[in-house]
């Protein structure tokens, strides 16, 4: 059974740069059926899709956050992360990794548990 | 970016009633349209994808329907278990977008 865990720090200054890894198990990042995604949620609001990347290396960002994301894989380590730079408190939320399914409507599925990160001095 | 609308905010209902959320979207999607639930502390979780087919695993009481700019969850039977909140997410374009959710409360 597919599994994905986000791991990093939980806390992060104003204007420094939050940084974030999804480790997948039971399977491999390595597959043309699939994207891998990080998705954030801040506290007790809604969703907001972050942004994807392929094995590959393609990627696609929300223009929202596009010139402070960057998302890059290391398909050696069945891992992908989330970088996102001159962090706000706007940006604490939790973070979710998840796969994207290229089939049909694109979903995500499944999800890892999440992570907080909190933007504070 | 297609903007989604979901009705109502919250509601409260017993076990054992039929229940139905609507999702609206800021354009047509045709179908590209899915629906997560979500429990307190718990990452989403995927029911229903492409508007109404069920994901393995879910319950055959989570059904859901419509295309182009509307959309429903329905529960036929709302068990303990299904309190929680309901997002819809369209993948017609870029950005991927939510609804602001639907939290089923109990009465």
């Known amino acids: ?121 | 970016d297609i903007q989604m609308t979901q009705s109502p905010s919250s509601l409260s209902a017993s076990a054992g009633d039929r229940v139905t959320i609507t999702c609206r979207a800021s354009q047509s999607i045709s179908n590209y349209l899915n629906w997560y639930q979500q429990k307190p502390g718990k990452a989403p979780k995927l029911l229903i994808y492409a508007a109404s087919s069920l994901q393995s695993g879910v319950p055959s009481r989570f059904s859901g329907s419509g295309s182009g700019t509307d959309f429903t969850l329905t529960i036929s039977s709302l068990q303990p278990e299904d309190f929680a909140t309901y997002y819809c997410q369209q993948s017609y374009s870029t950005p991927r977008t939510f609804g602001q959710g639907t939290k089923v409360e109990i009465k």
């Open chain 1, 1 to 121: 059974q597919l599994q994905l865990q986000e791991s990093g720090p939980g806390l992060v200054k104003p204007s420094e740069t939050l940084s974030l890894t999804c480790t997948v198990s039971g399977g491999s990042i390595n597959s043309s059926s699939y994207y891998w995604g990080w998705i954030r949620q801040p506290p007790g609001k809604g969703l907001q899709c972050i942004g994807s990347i392929y094995y590959s290396g393609s990627s696609y960002y929300n223009p929202s956050l596009k010139s402070r994301v960057t998302i890059s894989v290391d398909t050696s380590k069945n891992q992908f992360s989330l970088k996102l730079s001159s962090v706000t408190a706007a940006d604490t939320a939790v973070y979710y990794c998840a796969r994207t399914v290229l089939a049909a409507a694109e979903r995500f599925d499944p999800w890892g548990q999440g992570t907080l990160v909190t933007v504070s001095s």
